[in-house]
């Protein structure tokens, strides 16, 4: 059994000044396995903040869960009551750094104290206990913790941030963590430093992640499955190196060649053709078929199912049996 299995999960956002409803997730269907690193791509709109924000269930209006499962270690957590859910889930088993979130810490509150106020929201008491877990994990993301716990967040860079918040997120020893865009805004060498970051505490410490980008090139160092979204469905899932170097899915294929590379030459990249689907509008058939080199008629009438192909699955007719 995976730890997270996310099954045909529809979330929509009402739009009254519209008068219509649009749906940002259309039907995911994902596993995510114990201890591994899932990296979770797609372009802006595709869906990929709106399913981290279904998991940790902080959809705001005008968004809704319409419909679907989310399970974890077995558990329905949708199903859960929401101080349940808050209490014994949130942070506890699932843990969120958000888009952005650099800016998120307290500008008057030391690092330290960062840590202990998180603990006691949790009704974790022991001080001592908290700085030795905190001075631990600050290590664990490259940080000097006698430095480090004592400046407030202006005296830290950006990535010093990023780390500090990894950090905090993982105090309360979460199955799942999910980083949203953990690199955006950092420039070239400061991501790879947060890269090896994440990859170092999926080894040491075990912990599930997905890993949430925009970028499908940042992905192949550290995930072992890669997922992509289009149009607020996964349209390709496997093992990364078999979607990176093999795509199956005519979108991914196209990303992949869309993505500047520092070792490729610049010359190699092809932008995508066309633009993504609006999705207030009514869409039939394959989502990617305006911009596909390979539609055919039935692409235009009929959406694919996700197709097992060996460990892969693709949506996409091409690969229909
Ligand atoms: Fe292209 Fe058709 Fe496949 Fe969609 S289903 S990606 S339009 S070939």
Same mark, same amino acid.
């Given at each position: !059994?995976? +730890? ?17 409803? #649009? ?5 995911? =269907?994902?596993? #995510? ?14 869906? @990929?903040?709106?399913?981290?924000? *279904?998991?940790?269930?902080?959809? @705001?209006?005008?968004?809704? +869960? ?9 558990? =329905? ?13 949130? %942070? ?19 690092? +330290? ?30 940080? =000097? ?5 004592? +400046? ?7 990535? !010093?941030?990023?780390?500090?918040? $990894?950090?905090?997120?993982?105090? /309360?020893?979460?199955?799942? /963590? ?22 170092? $505490? ?5 912990? &599930?992640?997905?890993? $949430? ?11 072992? @499955?890669?997922? #992509?979204?289009?149009?607020? @469905? ?48 009514? !869409? &039939?058939?394959?989502?990617? %078929? ?7 008629? #039935? ?15 693709? *949506?996409?007719?091409? %690969?229909?049996?």
């Amino acid at each position: !059994m995976a +730890l997270l299995e996310i099954r045909d999960l529809k979330v929509t956002y009402r739009m009254p000044d519209l008068g219509i409803e #649009v749906a940002a997730l259309r039907g995911v =269907d994902l596993d #995510v396995d114990r201890g591994e690193v899932l990296g979770l791509v797609g372009e802006s709109g595709s869906g @990929k903040s709106t399913l981290a924000h *279904a998991i940790m269930r902080i959809l @705001k209006p005008p968004a809704y +869960l319409q419909s679907g499962h989310i399970y974890l270690d077995g558990v =329905d957590i949708l199903s859960l009551n929401e101080s349940v859910f808050d209490k014994e889930y949130r %942070w506890r088993r699932i843990a969120f750094v958000p888009q952005a979130s650099q800016n998120a810490l307290n500008p008057t509150m030391r690092v +330290l104290d960062h840590f202990l106020d998180t603990a006691r929201y949790h009704g974790l008491a022991d001080r001592r206990e908290v700085e030795r877990r905190a001075a631990e994990l600050l290590t664990a993301t490259g940080l =000097d913790p006698s430095r480090v716990l004592r +400046l407030y967040p202006h005296q830290l860079s950006g990535g !010093m941030k990023q780390r500090v918040l $990894i950090a905090l997120s993982l105090l /309360l020893e979460p199955l799942l /963590l999910i980083l949203d865009e953990p690199t955006s805004a950092l420039d070239v060498v400061t991501q790879a430093s947060i890269l090896k970051v994440i990859s170092d $505490i999926n080894k040491k410490l075990g912990i &599930t992640i997905i890993f $949430i980008t925009h970028d499908i090139s940042l992905t192949p160092s550290i995930a072992h @499955k890669i997922a #992509v979204m289009y149009a607020g @469905k996964i349209v390709e899932v496997g093992p990364a190196e078999k979607v990176i170097n093999e795509p199956l899915h005519p979108y991914v294929s196209a990303l992949i060649s869309s993505t500047p590379s520092l070792y490729a030459d610049i010359s190699m990249v092809r932008p995508i053709p066309g633009e993504p689907p609006s999705m207030t509008e009514r !869409m &039939t058939g394959c989502p990617f %078929w305006p911009r596909c080199p390979y539609a055919k008629d #039935v692409c235009k009438g009929e959406e694919p199912v996700l197709y097992q192909i060996d460990n892969r699955k693709v *949506a996409c007719h091409l %690969w229909r049996s």
